[in-house]
């Protein structure tokens, strides 16, 4: 076990050096934070050229717009409607001409079905603590939320010295969002978490999918090409076969991880400071046992799908012969999305729950589910359980099958061969 070890280390450090001291992997590893850093600088200077002209365009028609900017000056006149249920904010809403304090949410909600005031916000018992803050509105412009927490920063710094209330002060209100439709219905709007569940889910999973076609290709291209070239018979004098395909597949799965971890740190580093250029991005929830549990299933197809691009790698006599095998590997893990409908209206369906159990789908097909519902954690582990025993089971099978191809140099590798391979192959 120790030699095996070592060889495995071997390789692993062979491989993950040759990846990622190219030029391609640290262009295409920078390539999205430059691209959100240029983002970062140039939207809040389009806006700035977009409102300068608007201006420019507001100050030549003046003379003919007179009465559109009556209206529009009255709609901005409207107050800001607040409800103050904390006892611990100590600030007096009223001596700002832009709100209109209400005693009960009732009274604030009629106000706002019937136009008096723009949105309303009902600032809860708990703010202090956990800042939440419900907000009432009929039409979103984000305008009303920006001049909230600015008054209550700039309210809470001045007028307290207390620790709580200035962490408060500094921390962004969570906002529970509620529509108010023109009937007068309200509603409570909880599109954000779940759309952004949504997004991380199929992110990820086509994160895998993109993953598997650069470096599952290459680790396919690699072991054919050290096959055909008889190079791998100089790493066959340091490492066992189980060992070089253990090596190859974690070198690669680690040059591919530390991408997707520099890409995703770009955009939480980067994102958050859009802040003014989109509002409230700051209280989009994030949930990190989520974030964890596809994470995991993400490591896991890519342990599975690499083991089979080793293993087709290991059977076939050549690069061109290779390549358009790797579809068997992809398509699997692209048919979740063509159930798309299924997983956002019935997540439970017993057709969704079987590709979630089947190694081979079960990585893009438990990111779906898990960004649309809730999973029960037996099924989750089972799920993951059957995907980390799969991923081995085939890493085995492949280096018995790439030992075969060696013997068989030059030979196409039938079935037959590789049925001795996997009997006898040890």
Do not use: C
């Not at 305008?143 to 007028?159: F, H, K, N, P, Y």
């Not at 980067?270 to 990190?288: N, S």
């Not at 196409?412 to 391979?421: F, G, Q, V």
């Amino acid at each position: 076990m120790p030699a095996a070890l070592d060889g495995t280390r071997i390789v692993f450090a062979h491989e993950f050096r040759k990846q990622i001291g190219g030029k391609g992997f640290l262009i295409a590893t920078l390539t999205i934070p430059v691209i959100l850093v240029v983002l970062w600088i140039a939207i809040p200077l389009v806006r700035g050229i977009v409102a300068d002209d608007a201006g420019d365009s507001a100050t030549a028609d003046s003379a003919t717009s007179t009465s559109v900017e009556d209206s529009d000056n009255a709609a901005a006149a409207k107050p800001i409607g607040i409800v103050i249920q904390t006892t611990d904010l100590g600030v007096d809403f009223s001596q700002f001409p832009k709100y209109k304090v209400f005693a009960e949410t009732a009274a604030g909600l009629d106000d706002l079905r019937s136009g008096a005031i723009k949105e309303l916000f009902v600032i809860l018992p708990e703010y202090v603590a956990t800042g939440h803050v419900e907000y009432y509105y009929t039409d979103d412009t984000g305008e009303g939320r920006q001049q909230l927490r600015a008054t209550l920063r700039d309210a809470l710094l001045g007028q307290t010295q207390s620790p709580e209330l200035r962490q408060r002060a500094l921390a962004r209100p969570q906002f529970a969002r509620f529509t108010v439709a023109d009937d007068g219905e309200v509603a409570a709007e909880s599109g954000v978490a779940v759309a952004v569940s949504f997004l991380v889910g199929q992110g990820f999973a086509i994160a895998l999918i993109f993953t598997l076609i650069a470096y599952g290709t290459i680790l396919l291209q690699t072991v054919s090409e050290e096959k055909e070239n008889r190079m791998v018979e100089v790493l066959l004098t340091s490492a066992s076969p189980l060992a070089i395909m253990t090596g190859k597949v974690l070198a690669l799965g680690l040059a591919g991880l530390i991408q997707m971890s520099v890409w995703i740190a770009s955009v939480i580093l980067v994102v958050p400071r859009f802040a003014g250029v989109i509002p409230d991005i700051g209280t989009i929830p994030i949930d990190f046992g989520f974030l964890f549990l596809v994470l995991a299933f993400y490591l896991a197809g890519y342990a599975i799908a690499a083991a089979l691009m080793a293993g087709i790698g290991a059977a076939t006599t050549s690069v061109t012969e290779a390549g358009p095998l790797t579809a068997l590997v992809i398509i699997p893990l692209a048919v979740p999305f063509y159930a798309m409908p299924l997983f956002l209206s019935d997540a439970g369906h017993w057709l969704t729950r079987f590709l979630s159990l089947l190694p081979i789908t079960a990585a893009t097909s438990m990111m779906l589910r898990l960004a649309t519902s809730s999973v029960a954690p037996g099924e989750i582990a089972l799920s993951l359980g059957l995907m980390i025993v799969t991923a081995a089971l085939l890493l085995w099978l492949a280096s018995r099958i790439f030992r075969a191809g060696l013997l068989l140099y030059g030979q196409r590798m039938s079935l037959r061969a590789a049925w001795t391979a996997l009997r006898h192959g040890g």
